[in-house]
Each structure stands twice: as structure tokens, then as C-alpha cells.
């Protein structure tokens, strides 16, 4: 397994979906997962999906500009952390990101969202 492989089809797969379908990313996570949301933490897949799809924008794009990775612990899991652009339909400007995901591996020989923490970087 090439964690760098791995991780870059995570993030193609993850902001593909978020920005088409944002009630799919609900099987990316777990009871046992938590998603720190501009400080805001929220704990269980049920909650994270809720969270993401009352976000009060409809449209949104995202460009990855870097994807870093480093495998973690002795049970295979996995730090993503991505940095990009975030262009929201209607805004003339982009607003700056940066999202760290701790990945898990499941039974089926898959990755499952742990922990994910979300900031839009201000100038």
C-alpha cells in the first residue's frame, strides 16, 4: 500500500463528493468519529453529515493546492492533511482551507474518517 496513492485517491473521492453530494460522505464515518468544524466539535457520522449538509451554502468547488500524509500507529492508520481553496457559487473570491484527517482502516480493507478538523485560513 503506497500511503501517498492512498491518500490522494481519499481526497479526490472526499471533496468530489462533498462538492456534488455532501449526504454521501455519511459512510466515511463512524459512530466513534468527530469532526472539528471551525472549533466546533461534533461526535458520529449521523451529526458530521447533518453539520456538513446545513452549511448555508448549496454550491461550492474545491481546489487542492497540497496533500501531505504520514501513516500513524501500529494499527494502519493514516494523517491527510490538505490545504486549498474553497470557492463557494456566488462569491467572487476564494476563501483559503486547510483539513487534516486521521484515516482508520476497516475490516472490508478500507479507510474510515476518525478525526477530521477543518479551518479556513484568514489573511
Not at 496513492?5 to 473521492?13: G, R, T
Request: charged share 15%; proline share 6%; aromatic share 12%.
Amino acid at each position: 500500500m503506497d500511503p501517498d496513492a492512498v491518500a490522494k485517491a481519499f481526497v479526490d473521492h472526499y471533496y468530489s463528493t462533498f462538492d456534488t453530494n455532501r449526504a454521501g460522505l455519511a459512510n466515511l464515518y463512524q459512530e466513534s468519529s468527530m469532526l472539528t468544524f471551525e472549533g466546533q466539535k461534533i461526535q458520529g457520522s449521523p451529526n458530521i453529515v447533518a453539520k456538513l449538509t446545513s452549511l448555508p451554502f448549496q454550491q461550492c468547488k474545491h481546489s487542492i493546492t497540497t496533500v501531505d500524509c504520514q501513516p500513524s500507529g501500529p494499527a494502519g492508520g493514516m494523517l491527510v492533511f490538505v490545504s486549498g481553496n474553497l470557492q463557494i457559487s456566488g462569491e467572487q473570491h476564494a476563501l483559503k482551507f486547510s483539513q487534516m484527517f486521521h484515516l482508520m482502516p476497516t475490516p472490508q480493507s478500507s479507510f474510515y474518517v476518525l478525526n477530521d478538523i477543518f479551518r479556513l485560513n484568514y489573511a
